[in-house]
């Protein structure tokens, strides 16, 4: 084994913009799956009152991430470099996409449709300048010792784009066949990127020695992306006759059910993963920013089950992930009451020092 000496992120639970945490966008996204899955189940005032608070989650970490952009380049421009946390600028885009595909299931079409374009180009700039400014523009190698969970966050960026896209077809025919050509584009991109981020974090936890502390729970995302590519498969397979849907329908149907497998497989090994790293190496279990990337993914797991059951008429899979929708909602609570409370906790403490 090849030692290595990866800094870790550290835990940032606070919202200055300064120490703003670039993934902190998770938890827009973990809010806003949970709405989906709700209007899903057809618990509409849960899932209203979740939208809203996906909006206003996301309305204030906007703020709070141009006055970083304006006031704290140097901080921002920091993490852009850092491979430990420069994917994880991605979620910005998935959480957008996330609100888009809340909005337009309850209705509200026309801002929906404007988060998916400023989601969709933010995707394609952060796509080449983030890999090329973490990882391809330093100079140490190898890269392959900086690869981590985080990266998954790439892949869940481009199929949010493909849901969007897919969601919003029915409500613009006029360019139905142009949101079939994202849809289809950004699902595969999003798979190619899976295999490839896979091998490079599958190679540096077999080639350098791994500290308890670094299975961090943006690991969870692994799961995550795989789910919301099952998602974005499902939302693919319903749309609309066009030549790019008509073209991959059948392989992305079935591909959709081997993602489906795969992530179910996964979260045994996630779980048992948490209980060596709290349990048998005593990591100690406080709130950070990140905990929202294992919040997301749960809630996706149990929206995957949802579409993939309806779209391939599956009911014991639609039924897991009706039943699973309860796990996902236990964990947000769990995990936003930690949040207040270490924001909280925070915040009575900075007086003391003034």
């Known amino acids: 084994m090849i030692s290595t000496s990866v800094p870790l992120s550290p835990r940032r639970a606070g919202l200055s913009p300064a120490q703003l945490s670039p993934g902190y966008f998770a938890l827009v996204m973990a809010t806003g799956i949970l709405s989906i899955g709700c209007q899903l189940r057809g618990w509409t005032p849960v899932a209203q009152t979740l939208l809203v608070l996906t909006a206003a989650e996301y309305t204030l970490l906007v703020v709070l991430t141009a006055w970083r952009f304006f006031a704290h380049r140097r901080e921002l421009a920091a993490d852009v470099h850092d491979t430990r946390k420069a994917f994880l600028f991605f979620t910005f885009v998935a959480g957008t996409n996330v609100l888009a595909v809340g909005l337009a299931g309850q209705g509200h079409v026309l801002p929906g449709t404007v988060l998916l374009v400023v989601a969709a180009l933010t995707w394609v700039v952060l796509g080449y300048t983030i890999p090329w400014a973490a990882v391809l523009g330093r100079s140490e190698r190898p890269v392959v010792a900086a690869a981590n969970g985080t990266w998954f966050v790439w892949v869940v960026a481009s199929q949010s784009v493909a849901v969007a896209a897919a969601t919003l077809e029915p409500h613009y025919p006029g360019v139905h066949q142009g949101l079939a050509v994202v849809a289809v584009f950004s699902w595969s991109v999003g798979c190619v990127l899976y295999a490839a981020s896979a ?23 692994s799961m995550g992306a795989l789910a919301i590519t099952v998602v974005a498969g499902a939302r693919i397979v319903e749309m609309e006759s066009a030549p790019m849907v008509d073209a991959v329908r059948g392989l992305v149907a079935g591909m959709s059910v081997v993602f489906w497998c795969f992530a179910t497989w996964l979260i045994p090994v996630l779980i048992a993963v948490g209980v060596w790293r709290h349990y048998i190496h005593r990591v100690p279990l406080t709130y950070e920013p990140t905990w929202w990337s294992i919040v997301f993914p749960l809630g996706m797991y149990a929206v995957a089950g949802i579409y993939l059951g309806h779209a391939d008429d599956l009911p014991i ?31 009575s403490r900075e007086p003391e020092r003034a």
Do not use: C, H, K, N
């Open 199 to 221: 091998i490079f974090v599958s190679l540096r936890l077999m080639l350098y020695v791994l500290e308890p502390r670094e299975l961090d729970p943006p690991y969870w995302v």
């Open 317 to 347: 899979v639609e039924w897991i992930g009706q039943t699973w929708l309860y796990v996902a909602l236990t964990a947000w609570t769990l995990v936003f009451t930690a949040m207040l409370r270490a924001l909280l906790t925070r915040g």
